[in-house]
C-alpha cells in the first residue's frame, strides 16, 4: 500500500503546489492596492462573513447545504490530513480515547457533508436556479460528486478498518452504516475494500485538489483572505492609482482599467474567490431589465482571463460597462465579498482617458466643467433663485452653522427643486439657521466620479471644499443621498454631513416637531434609495419618520433595505443602455404588487424616476418625497 | 496628412439671457468653450491622421482666454498650436487674412474649418481664407475620404441629398456637424496638455474691411405668440381645441 501511499500525496502535492505557484505569479504582476490598514475590522469582518458564513443563509437553498459542508470540513481538517499521508511511512493516526472521540466526530461530520451534497444537488438538479449558468451546471455536479465520493470512501476505509466492538462506528452515520452492511464479511473481504477505499479516497483527493485552483472551487482557498482584505467602507471608489497622490496621478501615462494587468491584487483576488453562484446576478436590477451586463458572468470572465495568466484581451463591452448603476445590490449579497463597482468605475476611466463614451454622458462632462452642472444651464438659474428661499443664499460675510447642499439635480430639475424647498422649510421649522452656497448649482461631482471622470471630479471637489469652509458650517444637509455619500466618502476635510432623514428622525426623537395623524387610510411603502440605504446605511431614520406619523398605514416590500431594488439612478439621465423594460417601470410594479397609495422615496432622482414610472405604468399612485411627506404632516 | 485646423474659442451662454450693452453682445461676461461645429474638425483632422499619418497644427484667433481652445486640441494629440492674439469679436476678413499669414508660411495639406461659428454665424472666414491662400474650397463637408489626386469629399446640399467632389490638395473644407462623432477630452488630458507650449504670434498686416458691425439686438417680441401657463390638464385641454380649432383635428 504504501508506493501509491508515498507516490499519489507527492504527485498530487507538486501538481497543487505548481498551480498555486501559477496563481500567486499572477496576484503578483497586478496593479497595487491599499489592504492593510484596520487589522481589527478585518478580523471582525472575516469573522462574520467568513467563519460564521453569514451570507449565506439569504439564500437559504444552498446556503445551508454550504453550512453543512463547511463547518464539518473545518472540523474534519486534522483528520483529513492523518487520512491522506498515512501512506507515508512514520505517519500514523494518533492514538488515545481523544483522538477515537474526535474520529467518531468526523464520522457525524463526514455524514453531515454528504447530507449538504445531496441537498446541493438536489436543489441545483431539480430546482435549477437561474442564478446559476446552466452550461457550467455539470461542473457544479462534478464536484458535489466528488466531495460525496471523498465522505463514502473515508467512511467504508473507516469502516472496515476496525471491526471489533471497540471500535465500532457510531450508527446513523456515513461509516456506522457500511459497518452494518459488511459485519458479516470475512476480515480479508474488509481488508481489501478498505484498501481499495482509501486508494480511492486518496486519488479523489489529490484529484480534487488540483482541480481547486482551475475552477470556482479555488474559493476554498482564497475567499477567506478575500473576504479579510474586502473594502470595509461602502460608497467609496479607489483612487487613479493606490499609492500616488493626485499630482502623480496626473502625469500617469494612461489611467484606468485597459487590460488585465491593470487589476490591483485584491481586484484578481476578487476573481479567484468566485464560487460562481450568482448570487450577484440574482440582485442585480441591470440583469433583471435584460440588459448586457451579469455580474457572475462579468467576474467568471475574469477568472478565466486569470487562470491563463492574464495575457488576453479583457472581453468586457462598453455596453456591459455602461449597464451598471452601482447601486450596489451584488456586493451586498456577494458570500466572499467581490466588489464590482470599483472595478467598472476604472473601465470608465479608460475609456473617458480615451475619449469613447456614451455621447451625452461626455456632454454631461462638458457642461459640468464649464458651468458646474450637468445640464448646460446657467449658473445664475439655480434653485433657489425663483423660489421663496432666495433669501437662504449665503452672504460672503455671514457664517452660519448650518449649510444646505442641494447639488444640481435639486438645483434645475422642475420635479427635484420641490424637495430643496421643502427641505427648507423643514430646516426652518425645526429651527435650524442655515445657508446655501451661492454656487447653489453646483454639482458635487458624484456622478462624475462614478462615471470614471476623476479629475473633473477633482475639480468640482475642491470647489466646493473651499466654498463650503467659506460659509464657516459645522454642519452639512444633503437632500440627495448621491450627494451625502460624496461628502461622506469622497471628500476629505469636510464639516460632518447629514442627510435630511437624519436630521429629521433626530428632531422627531428630541421632539423637536411632531407630526399630524394621517387619516387618509393610504397605505404607504418606502423605496429605499440605493446610496442612502445599501451606501451607507441609512435605513431606520426615514422608516422612524414614518412611523412617527399617527395612524400613517406603513406597508413593507418584497425588495426593500439592503435588496432594494435600484431606480436607474442618475445614470437613467445620462445613458439608457439596450434593456428590455426600464428599471424604474420594473421597480414601480414591485411597489404596485404591494397595492400602495403612496411610495415614498428619499432621494430625487428615485423621486424623478419613480414618478415617470407610475405614469407610464398609468397608475394613480403617488411618489413623494419624505421631505414633502413630513412637511405635509407637519403639525402647526 | 499635414493638416491645420481653424478653431474658435466662443461664449457659452447656456439658458442665459443674452445682454446687449452698448448695442454690443458683451461676450466677455459668459463662460467659454469650443465652437460646436470646431469639435468634429479637431475630430476629422485625429481620424484622417490616425489613418494617414501627418501632423495636426491647431491655430485659433483671440483673446488669452481662447488659449483653452487650444489646450484641449493639444489634449486631444494635436502636435502644435498656435495662437493669434487679437480680439475676440475681430472682423472675420482681419480673422481670415491672419489665419491665411500664419498658414501660407507652412507647408500643409488640409485646413479645416468649422462650417461656422456659433456667435456670429458668419461662414465666412473659410471662404476668405481659401481665396486669400489661393486654394480651392468646399464647403459644409460631411464626408472627406484620403485619394491620389487629392480628397473625395460630399457635400450635403438641398433636401438632404449629397454631392461628391474631387478636390487637389491642398484645400480648404469647411466641415459640417455630424460629419463624425468627436470623441471627449478628459480633464486629466486637458491638465497634462497645460505644460505644452503654445506659439503666440501677434498678426502683422491687418486689411480694412468694407462691412462693419453696427450693432446687435434683440429681437423683437414676436405678436400672436400665446403663453399658456398653469395647470398641465387644462393646458392640454386648451392646446387641444386651439388645435382643432385651426383644422388640425379632425
Known sequence: ?636 | MEIVCCIKSVPNIADEEVQIVHQKVSVGTYPRCLNECDRYVLEEALRLTELHGGSITALTFGDTESEDVLRRALALGATEAVMLNGPLEEEPRRVAAALAAVIRRRHFDLVLTGAQSSDRQGAEVGGMLAAMLGVPFASLVVAVERKEYGVLVHREIEGGELEAYEVELPAVLSLQTGINTPRYVSMRGIRKAATKTITAVTPEAVPDVAVRLVEHRHPPTVVGAKMLCGDLKAIAVEVASMIRERGGLQ
Open chain 1, 1 to 636: 500500500m504504501w508506493v501509491p501511499g508515498i507516490f499519489i500525496p507527492i504527485i498530487g502535492t507538486i501538481l497543487f503546489g505548481r498551480l498555486l505557484l501559477r496563481r500567486w505569479s499572477v496576484l503578483r504582476k497586478a496593479a497595487p492596492d491599499k489592504r492593510f490598514d484596520q487589522l481589527r475590522s478585518r478580523l471582525r469582518h472575516l469573522w462574520s462573513l467568513g467563519f460564521l458564513q453569514q451570507r449565506q443563509t439569504h439564500y437559504p437553498g444552498t446556503g445551508i447545504p454550504h453550512l453543512c459542508i463547511f463547518f464539518p470540513f473545518l472540523l474534519s481538517l486534522p483528520h483529513l490530513a492523518v487520512l491522506v499521508l498515512q501512506g507515508i511511512p512514520g505517519v500514523s493516526e494518533p492514538q488515545g480515547r481523544a483522538w477515537v472521540f474526535y474520529s467518531h466526530l468526523c464520522d457525524v461530520a463526514a455524514t453531515v457533508i454528504f447530507l449538504g451534497c445531496l441537498a446541493a444537488l438536489a436543489y441545483r438538479v431539480w430546482l435549477r436556479p437561474t442564478r446559476f449558468n446552466a452550461a457550467r451546471q455539470p461542473l457544479g455536479v462534478l464536484i458535489l460528486a466528488i466531495v460525496s465520493g471523498l465522505v463514502w470512501s473515508d467512511a467504508i476505509f473507516r469502516a472496515t478498518r476496525f471491526t471489533d466492538v471497540t471500535h465500532l462506528c457510531w450508527p446513523f452515520t456515513l461509516a456506522g452504516v457500511v459497518q452494518l452492511l459488511f459485519s458479516g464479511a470475512a476480515q480479508p473481504v474488509q481488508a481489501t475494500v478498505g484498501s481499495v477505499a482509501w486508494l480511492l479516497h486518496e486519488l479523489l483527493f489529490f484529484g480534487f485538489l488540483c482541480i481547486v485552483p482551475c475552477s470556482k472551487q479555488f474559493h476554498e482557498i482564497t475567499g477567506l483572505a478575500n473576504i479579510f482584505y474586502a473594502r470595509l467602507e461602502q460608497g467609496t471608489i479607489k483612487p487613479l492609482r493606490h499609492g500616488l497622490t493626485e499630482q502623480q496621478a496626473e502625469e500617469l501615462n494612461e489611467v484606468g482599467i485597459r487590460r488585465f494587468a491593470d487589476f490591483t491584487w485584491k481586484h484578481v483576488l476578487d476573481f479567484y474567490s468566485c464560487a460562481d453562484c450568482g448570487r450577484c446576478t440574482d440582485q442585480c436590477p441591470a440583469v433583471a431589465v435584460g440588459r448586457a451586463l451579469s455580474p457572475r458572468e462579468f467576474t467568471y470572465a475574469g477568472q478565466r482571463l486569470a487562470f491563463e495568466g492574464g495575457d488576453s484581451a479583457l472581453p468586457y463591452s462598453s455596453e456591459e460597462i455602461w449597464s451598471c448603476t452601482t447601486c450596489g445590490a451584488c456586493e451586498q449579497e456577494c458570500p466572499v465579498a467581490i466588489e464590482y463597482i470599483e472595478k467598472f468605475v476604472d473601465l470608465r476611466r479608460a475609456m473617458v482617458e480615451d475619449g469613447e463614451l456614451p455621447a451625452a454622458v461626455s456632454r454631461a462632462f462638458e457642461s459640468l466643467e464649464q458651468h458646474g452642472n450637468p445640464w448646460g444651464r446657467a449658473a445664475s438659474a439655480a434653485w433657489p433663485r425663483g423660489s421663496a428661499h432666495v433669501n437662504k443664499i449665503a452672504s460672503a460675510s455671514a457664517q452660519s452653522p448650518v449649510l444646505f447642499f442641494p447639488d444640481s439635480f435639486i438645483a434645475f430639475g422642475d420635479r427635484a427643486r420641490a424637495v430643496g424647498d421643502a427641505v427648507c422649510e423643514l430646516l426652518t421649522r425645526t429651527g435650524k439657521s442655515f445657508v446655501i452656497l451661492p454656487q447653489s448649482g453646483r454639482d458635487s461631482g458624484h456622478e462624475a466620479r462614478r462615471f470614471g471622470e476623476e479629475f473633473l471630479f477633482m475639480k468640482l471637489r475642491d470647489l466646493n471644499t473651499q466654498a463650503i469652509h467659506d460659509t464657516g458650517a459645522q454642519l452639512i444637509v444633503t437632500a440627495d443621498p448621491h450627494t451625502l455619500n460624496a461628502f461622506r466618502h469622497d471628500y476629505a476635510g469636510l464639516p460632518p454631513s447629514a442627510h435630511i432623514t437624519e436630521i429629521l428622525a433626530e428632531a422627531i426623537v428630541s421632539r423637536g416637531i411632531e407630526f399630524k395623524p394621517d387619516h387618509s387610510g393610504k397605505l404607504h411603502v418606502f423605496h429605499d434609495p440605493c446610496y442612502l440605504g445599501r451606501h451607507n446605511g441609512i435605513y431606520e431614520a426615514p422608516r422612524s419618520i414614518l412611523r412617527s406619523i399617527p395612524g400613517l398605514k406603513f406597508g413593507q416590500m418584497r425588495k426593500q433595505c439592503d435588496r432594494s431594488f435600484c431606480c436607474g439612478g442618475p445614470l437613467s439621465f445620462f445613458h439608457q443602455p439596450k434593456e428590455n423594460v426600464r428599471m424604474a417601470d420594473m421597480r414601480i410594479q414591485q411597489v404596485l404588487e404591494t397595492h400602495a397609495d403612496v411610495v415614498v422615496t428619499a432621494c430625487p432622482w428615485c423621486l424623478v424616476n419613480l414618478t415617470e414610472a407610475a405614469k407610464s405604468a398609468g397608475s394613480s399612485i403617488e411618489v413623494i418625497d419624505i421631505t414633502e411627506l413630513a412637511l405635509r404632516q407637519l403639525r402647526d
